[in-house]
Nanobody, 126 residues
């Protein structure tokens, strides 16, 4: 069973930074691919980044590449971990609800991630 809970969203000015956190409760953490998606009002859920816990492979959407970084902690507890999304040089178009997701394989498709958090709002003022 995988449980996810996001935090760290808020209101920030354009050009600013935020770090989102995803608290992960999962015995299988080492075998997961962790991802961040976002959804703006009236739009479909959009891939942002993924990280393979086992291999360290990272991949980013072109719109956030070189501005956002996905990472994980090095907690010793096998069941409790945190995944981060560091967001720099934020733009108004980054405004969305950001979701943490977990799944068994690399994918940019939301349908391949069976586990989701509740989301955290990020608002960037221009």
């Amino acid at each position: 069973q995988v449980q996810l809970e996001e935090s760290g969203g808020g209101l920030v000015q354009a050009g600013g930074s935020l770090r989102l956190s995803c608290a992960v409760s999962a015995r299988s953490f080492g075998s997961l691919v962790m991802a961040w998606f976002r959804q703006a009002p009236g739009q479909e859920r959009e891939f942002v980044a993924f990280l393979s816990v086992s291999s360290g492979t990272e991949y980013y959407a072109e719109s956030v590449k070189d501005r956002f970084t996905i990472s994980k902690d090095n907690a010793k507890d096998n069941a409790k971990h945190t995944v981060y999304l560091q967001m720099n040089d934020l733009k108004a178009e980054d405004t969305a609800v950001y979701y943490c997701a977990a799944g068994p394989m690399y994918s940019v498709s939301a349908s391949h991630y069976p586990n989701w958090g509740q989301g955290t709002q990020v608002t960037v003022s221009s």
